[in-house]
């Protein structure tokens, strides 16, 4: 017992002053756990516009339920084919929303993963990304929505396909 205490302090007087354990770089999005990112927001008439996501992670899949606005909130949509990339960085999924086309959404999560920045713009707009916010607290009332630029309208064509393929998640 003596020996290893002695060899144990011996080998932390040694180490070079300064030295860091090597930590594993770590950004975007866990990969295990549940988050929701959002935009919601109140209009002048009283009714909510925005939208948010509701991701889900788990060992064998991901999931997310998407709900967005049209006139009001609408209902959840679970949404199929979701692909998040291994590093939690990028993600894209599809929805069909009731009586709507079929359309794929993708974005970019932080390095710290609080927000998602959505490909697409702001009322059509690309200098003006659609960024939703991690919601940390669900007691928070929503804030009031921004107006279009004058000339701008809200987008109507589907968004384009997602930049980059997934890849199934590794096991280990």
Do not use: H
């Not at 932390?12 to 929701?36: C, F, H, I, N, S």
């Not at 929805?95 to 713009?121: M, Y």
């Amino acid at each position: 017992m003596w020996f290893a205490c002695t060899f144990a302090a011996t080998l932390a007087a040694a180490a070079p002053p300064g030295a860091k354990k090597a930590v594993p770089e770590k950004g975007g999005l866990p990969r295990y756990g549940m988050a929701v990112y959002s935009d919601l927001c109140v209009q002048p008439g009283g009714e909510f516009g925005g939208q948010r996501i509701t991701l889900q992670r788990f060992a064998e899949v991901d999931t997310v339920i998407y709900e967005y606005t049209a006139g009001g909130l609408s209902w959840p949509v679970v949404a199929s084919d979701v692909n998040i990339d291994p590093r939690g960085k990028l993600m894209y999924f599809t929805v069909q929303p009731p009586e709507e086309a079929e359309r794929t959404l993708s974005g970019k999560f932080s390095a710290d993963g609080n927000t998602l920045t959505l490909d697409g713009g702001y009322c059509g707009d690309e200098a003006l990304p659609m960024t939703l916010q991690k919601v940390r607290d669900f007691a928070q009332k929503p804030k009031a929505c921004r107006a279009c630029p004058v000339g701008k309208k809200a987008p109507t064509d589907e968004p384009a396909a997602p930049k980059w393929e997934a890849v199934p998640p590794s096991q280990g």
